[in-house]
Structures are given as structure tokens and as C-alpha cells.
């Protein structure tokens, strides 16, 4: 299992990340702290290939 965040983002008031991981399983390592409203996390090997996923206001990941 492998999570790395590649960015951190801080302009303005609204701090949000950018998440990889290499399967779905991964993103749950991800710390719920770091992950706010447009959050964005990039799967390499997700059911269908590349899938990539931002974050909605209840901190759950919506499949893009």
C-alpha cells in the first residue's frame, strides 16, 4: 500500500490537497485531516485504470 501527497495548496483561507495512491484500498490512509472541500486524490491502478477522485464537504471521495 503506498499514499504520497504531492501538494499542499494555502491560498487564500482554504488549504487543499493533492493525494496519489497507488490502488482505491490506499486512500483509506489517508488522514481525514487532510482532506477538505476539492481535495483531490489520483489512483494508478483503480478498476478501470488511472481514476482520479475530489473531495466533497463530508470528506468522502466522489470518483470524477
Not at 499542499?8 to 487532510?34: K, Q, W
Request: include cysteine; charged fraction near 15%.
Amino acid at each position: 500500500m503506498a499514499h504520497v501527497m504531492t501538494r499542499r495548496g494555502n491560498l487564500d483561507n482554504s488549504v487543499t490537497f493533492e493525494h496519489v495512491c497507488d490502488y482505491p484500498a490506499d486512500m483509506a490512509d489517508i488522514s481525514p485531516s487532510e482532506i477538505t472541500l476539492g481535495s483531490t486524490c489520483i489512483v494508478l491502478q483503480g478498476t478501470t485504470g488511472l481514476t482520479v477522485y475530489i473531495a466533497n464537504s463530508q470528506k468522502q471521495w466522489v470518483e470524477l
